[in-house]
């Protein structure tokens, strides 16, 4: 790595210079004075050692060399910080090199711990020793060899870049960690948290002090932009490492540990550590528990933590979830970055963002997609685009329906009829009511929108819940009870409390079925499984009635149901056996357009006992065999699917008009 630089000794600085300029001035006169040290000496042997100090001669007020800094920064000695200077002057001036290869008896022009203890000021023992700072910061290593006094030294290849002033990586930390500028800036909202944990991290009495910043959503984005937004308020640069890259060997981890302590004392950076999995975190763990310097940890907080060999403070900062208001303001300020956001259909465009913002609450990542996509997007895919954003993993732990069901569909009296159409008002202008007109604030108990929809399979209770959904726009997810519920003591909490969390941000419908298996009358607590189970019961309703959505529970036996569990109902809402009239609409409404259809008697068909799930079932296996005849769907088709209908619920069907059973 050797460099000849013409280093002229009697430069001297001018205040109009750039720090580089500066800095590369200083270090040019300091290995001249160096070299002119070691020429007396090699032109009389006999003189005594010179013990004026290279280092921190000539240094301008308001100018700090960038050796001067890291000697202070590492506290090296006199005595040390000239042994550095001498190893990095080897690297750029021919003369040094010509006057140590002299003084060497011309077998060498390299350094080593006798010739520095021979030639340089205030020499001692210590710095040889693989405890000084010099050699527990990696900046110097001896090679290989019998006398560690007269074995040649290696500089750091960082440490020669960063002495000269010269923009530089440390190789070590290449693939590992990315230096990160700030300058990032984030909602009002959440500005007051960047700047405390700033304030925190920078504070004198909590040196190496470790900030957990932890949101609920496990979102990276969003802790991303909150430690961006700390970098930026300390006016400090982050050194970001993922856990999955951080190296799994110890000794490598350790080495690891090292180079980030020495480049956050060299620039004053930050360490940002993003845990990005399970088995990731392990080595994240080792990585911190190895550091001195304080730290953004961007995950759980970990009991491992706080039982570090080296004692540390450690603080968590919980994150705020996305909510309305922060949605609102990010989806409306990038939009309006975007090149040729404010057009003709400004005001249309702002509305469509204002409104799901009011429904969807979304994190960094999800609003960056929405709003690239913004250019070519039109106005009414705004909505199901934030919708899908906001799913996050619900889909992963609930079955979303997919379906095109509207009220039109339903056949139903009046009276039923009338309340979903008022379940859906609720849920529609929920937000209005409660928080812009204040009602919210007046009546903070009851505000749960909770239904519970009763009646005998089939008879159309999940068909409602999907036109209940379709109406306001939003999602529908069926949740089994069954796959919630566990058998291990506190695992169906984290089952529920994942459910709740994740559904919170798009604010999709919940359709809890068969809720009697969980919400039947408590029967005496006869053991800790009892007592437990009534626990779950009441953690689940906690998480319904504080849910801002929509929860809707089905049962075919209300009569089992508890009826305290009933009182904190706000709708209820019954379903009939269908009549004679209501199976007619049933029946004429289960053939699509193109359907091919023969002659059908409804009102005939209309007098078999089946509910619309059976009706629906007899139509679509009527439909297969005549598409496998190459038919049409006529009156013989409906009668062979209804008698397997019926025999499948081993019921009669009885006789029809024409003498047909």
């Known amino acids: 790595m050797n460099v000849a630089v013409d280093l002229d000794c009697g430069a001297t600085l001018t205040p109009m210079q750039t720090w580089p300029e500066r800095?590369?001035?200083?270090?040019?006169?300091?290995?001249?004075?160096?070299?002119?040290r070691l020429e007396a000496r090699v032109a009389d042997p006999s003189a005594?050692?010179?013990?004026?100090?290279?280092?921190?001669?000539?240094?301008?007020?308001?100018?700090?060399?960038?050796?001067?800094?890291?000697?202070?920064?590492?506290?090296?000695?006199?005595?040390?910080?000239?042994?550095?200077?001498?190893?990095?002057?080897?690297?750029?001036?021919?003369?040094?090199?010509?006057?140590?290869?002299?003084?060497?008896?011309?077998?060498?022009?390299?350094?080593?711990?006798?010739?520095?203890?021979?030639?340089?000021a205030a020499p001692h023992w210590r710095a040889l020793s693989s405890d000084s700072a010099l050699r527990q910061w990696h900046m110097i290593e001896p090679e290989t060899g019998p006398h560690l006094t007269q074995a040649a030294l290696q500089i750091d290849e960082r440490i020669v870049h960063f002495v000269t002033g010269v923009p530089a990586s440390d190789p070590v930390l290449a693939g590992v960690a990315t230096v990160v500028a700030p300058g990032h800036d984030i909602e009002d909202e959440d500005a007051s948290l960047a700047a405390r944990i700033a304030h925190t991290l920078s504070a004198p009495d909590h040196p190496g002090a470790v900030a957990v910043l932890h949101d609920q959503d496990r979102d990276p984005a969003l802790r991303r932009d909150m430690a961006l937004a700390v970098l930026t308020r300390l006016s400090r640069p982050g050194l970001w490492l993922e856990?999955?890259?951080?190296?799994?060997?110890?000794?490598?981890?350790?080495?690891?540990?090292?180079?980030?302590?020495?480049?956050?004392?060299?620039?004053?950076?930050?360490?940002?550590?993003?845990?990005?999995?399970?088995?990731?975190?392990?080595?994240?763990?080792?990585?911190?528990?190895?550091?001195?310097?304080?730290?953004?940890?961007?995950?759980?907080l970990r009991p491992q933590l706080s039982s570090l060999v080296r004692p540390r403070r450690v603080l968590r900062f919980d994150l705020p979830p996305p909510d309305a208001a922060r949605t609102r303001a990010a989806l409306l300020r990038r939009w309006q970055r975007l090149p040729g956001a404010i057009a003709a259909d400004e005001a249309a465009t702002r509305a469509a963002l204002e409104r799901a913002a009011r429904q969807f609450h979304?994190?960094?990542?999800?609003?960056?997609?929405?709003v690239e996509n913004l250019p070519t997007m039109p106005v009414e895919a705004i909505w199901?685009?934030?919708?899908?954003?906001?799913?996050?993993?619900?889909?992963a732990i609930a079955q979303r329906i997919d379906s095109r069901v509207t009220f039109d569909d339903l056949v139903l009296p009046p009276g039923q009829m009338a309340m979903l159409r008022d379940i859906a008002r609720h849920l529609r202008?929920?937000?209005?009511?409660?928080?812009?007109?204040?009602?919210?604030?007046?009546?903070?108990?009851?505000?749960?929108?909770?239904?519970?929809?009763?009646?005998?399979?089939?008879?159309?209770k999940t068909l409602a819940a999907e036109a209940v959904a379709g109406d306001v726009g939003l999602d529908l997810y069926r949740i089994d009870l069954a796959s919630v519920v566990s058998k291990y003591i506190g695992?169906?909490?984290?089952?529920?409390?994942?459910?709740?969390?994740?559904?919170?941000?798009?604010?999709?419908?919940?359709?809890?079925?068969?809720?009697?298996?969980?919400?039947?009358?408590?029967?005496?607590?006869?053991?800790?499984?009892?007592?437990?189970?009534n626990i779950e019961i009441a953690y689940l309703l906690q998480r319904i009635e504080a849910y801002r959505g929509l929860a809707i529970l089905t049962t075919n036996m209300k009569g089992a149901l508890d009826q305290a569990f009933l009182r904190r109902i706000r709708f209820i809402v019954n379903f009939p056996f269908p009549d004679a009239t209501a199976r007619e609409q049933i029946w004429r409404r289960q053939f699509p357009a193109n359907a091919p259809m023969g002659e059908i008697d409804f009102a005939t068909l209309a007098r078999l006992t089946l509910s619309g799930g059976n009706i629906r079932s007899v139509a679509v296996n009527a439909a297969f065999k005549a598409a496998d005849n190459g038919g049409l769907i006529d009156q013989s088709m409906l009668i062979a699917a209804a008698r397997a209908e019926f025999a499948k619920l081993e019921r009669s069907m009885g006789s029809l008009p024409g003498g047909t059973a």
Not at 82 to 96: F, I, M, N, P
Not at 444 to 457: I, N
Not at 509 to 518: G, M, N, Y
């Open 384 to 395: 199901p685009a934030a919708r899908e954003a906001a799913r996050g993993g619900l889909d």
């Open 48 to 120: 005594p050692l010179v013990a004026a100090d290279c280092v921190e001669t000539d240094e301008l007020p308001g100018f700090t060399p960038a050796l001067v800094h890291l000697g202070r920064a590492f506290g090296l000695s006199v005595f040390e910080r000239e042994l550095l200077l001498l190893a990095a002057g080897l690297e750029l001036d021919q003369g040094l090199r010509a006057a140590v290869a002299t003084l060497n008896g011309g077998a060498s022009s390299r350094a080593s711990y006798g010739l520095g203890l021979a030639t340089l």
């Open 243 to 300: 856990s999955r890259d951080l190296p799994a060997d110890p000794e490598a981890l350790l080495r690891l540990a090292v180079h980030v302590d020495r480049e956050a004392a060299l620039v004053g950076c930050l360490p940002v550590v993003s845990i990005d999995g399970a088995g990731s975190e392990v080595a994240a763990l080792r990585l911190v528990a190895r550091l001195h310097c304080g730290l953004l940890w961007l995950g759980a």
């Open 23 to 36: 800095n590369r001035q200083w270090l040019i006169g300091a290995i001249g004075r160096l070299r002119q």
């Open 362 to 370: 979304l994190g960094p990542s999800a609003i960056d997609g929405i």
């Open 491 to 533: 695992e169906t909490e984290k089952n529920l409390k994942r459910l709740f969390d994740s559904a919170e941000a798009s604010g999709a419908v919940l359709l809890f079925d068969e809720a009697d298996a969980l919400f039947g009358k408590r029967s005496e607590v006869k053991d800790s499984h009892d007592r437990y189970a």
């Open 429 to 460: 202008q929920r937000d209005r009511v409660y928080g812009d007109w204040g009602f919210g604030a007046r009546h903070q108990l009851g505000q749960a929108l909770v239904a519970l929809f009763a009646g005998e399979s089939g008879t159309g």
